[in-house]
């Protein structure tokens, strides 16, 4: 589950998720990322994504919230890299 602030999930999909990624483009995403992490369940992955174009304003903010919150893990949006739209 990728949840978008603009179109947010349904909160019935919540416990059916294995997987949580959130992307990251600025400070606030953070509070977004828990705030979601709340209604997963307990055997849930998960995942905070430095936004692409933001990779080098956020990503150290990101690995220093990983190190503090070891809940949480870093994933890529690797299709970005290999031009995949």
Do not use: R
Not at 1 to 25: C, R
Not at 41 to 61: M, T, V, Y
């Amino acid at each position: 589950l990728s949840p978008k602030k603009q179109n947010p999930p349904l909160n019935e999909i919540y416990n059916k998720t294995d997987e949580l990624k959130v992307i990251i483009q600025n400070a606030n995403d953070f509070i977004w990322a828990e705030e979601n992490s709340k209604k997963v369940n307990a055997n849930c992955k998960l995942f905070l994504q430095p936004e692409w174009s933001k990779f080098g304003e956020i990503i150290d903010e990101v690995v220093e919230y990983v190190k503090a919150n070891p809940k949480w893990n870093i994933s890529i949006q690797a299709h970005k890299y290999m031009h995949i739209p």
